[in-house]
């Protein structure tokens, strides 16, 4: 009994059973995993982001892989909040593990039909909602709200109002001039916690045929190359606010998860490594424990916020 390791997290008034979160748009609606994956076993999984109409996303072809990582252009195709709540609702409800639907809009409007559509459920089966104003791969929404701390705090401020019942959690854009100015910002306006943070925008390109490896001109990069770079931004935004983090990039290992946990984060989401292993998100909960002993510790908690930067 004296050796079990605690790792049970609180994000804002959602305890989660472990930290480890099945990132948006890796994971379907979560049920498409439910074979290869005991839902049950980890902390939570994102949706797909959800719009109030469905979106047919970008042209193929949707992925790349690039040293170190992979280039994704999928453009949030999803089947829309109303097939949603209709199809995929009733299955996530028949596991314990805690699911945030990611939210999508084109316009603060969308967002908070969308918001309000999903409030209008019972609290079955939804935990949180996380606002994606952070996405590379669309013409509208996401990153012109992401990255002016005016635009994020209205949306963030009208989503806050019209989620009466669930938590808010919000997805950040990483290339922003002060990642902190934009924490600070939509934590003020009702953010109960902060997702850190989306993809890079970036490309990939055949120089035989002078195109794009993808069908979008651009993509978002993730995977392990961007860990230390979301690392940083991790950091930053713990020193600008106290509300949770949930750190996403480069997650692959259980050491992973406790570098986030080091420079602050409360939990991490698992994106690119369920697409080279489907099983990634079960495997590093149950290597998680272990690691925390082997650091010497009886709680992942006590972990947090430790990082110090050497001076003298």
């Given at each position: 009994?004296?050796?079990?390791?605690?790792?049970?997290?609180?994000?804002?008034?959602?305890?989660?059973?472990?930290?480890?979160?099945?990132?948006?748009?890796?994971?379907?609606?979560?049920?498409?995993?439910?074979?290869?994956?005991?839902?049950?076993?980890?902390?939570?999984l994102v949706t797909k982001g959800?719009?109030?109409?469905?979106?047919?996303?970008?042209?193929?072809?949707?992925?790349?892989?690039?040293?170190?990582?992979?280039?994704?252009?999928?453009?949030?195709?999803?089947?829309?909040?109303?097939?949603?709540?209709?199809?995929?609702?009733?299955?996530?409800?028949?596991?314990?593990?805690?699911?945030?639907?990611?939210?999508?809009?084109?316009?603060?409007?969308?967002?908070?039909?969308?918001?309000?559509?999903?409030?209008?459920?019972?609290?079955?089966?939804?935990?949180?909602?996380?606002?994606?104003?952070?996405?590379?791969?669309?013409?509208?929404?996401?990153?012109?709200?992401?990255?002016?701390?005016?635009?994020?705090?209205?949306?963030?401020?009208?989503?806050?109002?019209?989620?009466?019942?669930?938590?808010?959690?919000?997805?950040?854009?990483?290339?922003?001039?002060?990642?902190?100015?934009?924490?600070?910002?939509?934590?003020?306006?009702?953010?109960?916690?902060?997702?850190?943070?989306?993809?890079?925008?970036?490309?990939?390109?055949?120089?035989?045929?002078?195109?794009?490896?993808?069908?979008?001109?651009?993509?978002?990069?993730?995977?392990?190359?961007?860990?230390?770079?979301?690392?940083?931004?991790?950091?930053?935004?713990?020193?600008a606010v106290q509300v949770p983090?949930?750190?996403?990039?480069?997650?692959?290992?259980?050491?992973?998860?406790?570098?986030?946990?080091?420079?602050?984060?409360?939990?991490?989401?698992?994106?690119?490594?369920?697409?080279?292993?489907?099983?990634?998100?079960?495997?590093?909960?149950?290597?998680?424990?272990?690691?925390?002993?082997?650091?010497?510790?009886?709680?992942?908690?006590?972990?947090?916020?430790?990082?110090?930067?050497?001076?003298?």
């Open positions: 009994m004296g050796d079990t390791v605690d790792l049970a997290v609180q994000v804002g008034a959602l305890q989660l059973q472990n930290p480890i979160i099945a990132a948006s748009g890796t994971f379907g609606y979560g049920v498409e995993f439910a074979h290869l994956v005991d839902l049950n076993r980890l902390g939570g959800i719009s109030w109409e469905p979106i047919e996303g970008a042209p193929s072809p949707r992925l790349c892989e690039t040293p170190s990582g992979m280039l994704n252009a999928v453009g949030l195709q999803n089947v829309g909040v109303e097939a949603f709540v209709r199809d995929k609702l009733p299955l996530l409800r028949k596991y314990n593990t805690r699911v945030a639907v990611n939210v999508f809009g084109y316009c603060l409007e969308d967002y908070v039909r969308v918001i309000e559509r999903l409030e209008a459920e019972d609290g079955s089966g939804i935990s949180a909602y996380e606002l994606n104003i952070s996405c590379p791969n669309v013409k509208r929404g996401g990153m012109q709200f992401g990255a002016d701390p005016v635009q994020a705090g209205e949306v963030v401020k009208a989503a806050r109002t019209a989620a009466k019942k669930r938590p808010l959690w919000v997805k950040l854009m990483p290339l922003v001039t002060d990642i902190g100015l934009i924490a600070r910002t939509v934590a003020d306006a009702g953010a109960d916690a902060l997702t850190v943070a989306n993809t890079f925008p970036a490309m990939a390109v055949d120089f035989a045929s002078a195109k794009s490896r993808l069908g979008n001109a651009t993509g978002g990069l993730s995977g392990p190359a961007i860990k230390p770079i979301t690392l940083r931004l991790v950091w930053e935004v713990r020193k983090i949930i750190a996403l990039g480069g997650v692959e290992t259980a050491e992973d998860v406790l570098d986030y946990v080091t420079v602050g984060a409360t939990a991490v989401q698992v994106g690119t490594s369920s697409f080279t292993d489907p099983g990634a998100s079960e495997v590093i909960v149950g290597g998680l424990a272990g690691a925390v002993k082997r650091a010497k510790f009886k709680s992942i908690n006590e972990m947090r916020d430790r990082f110090h930067v050497e001076t003298g």
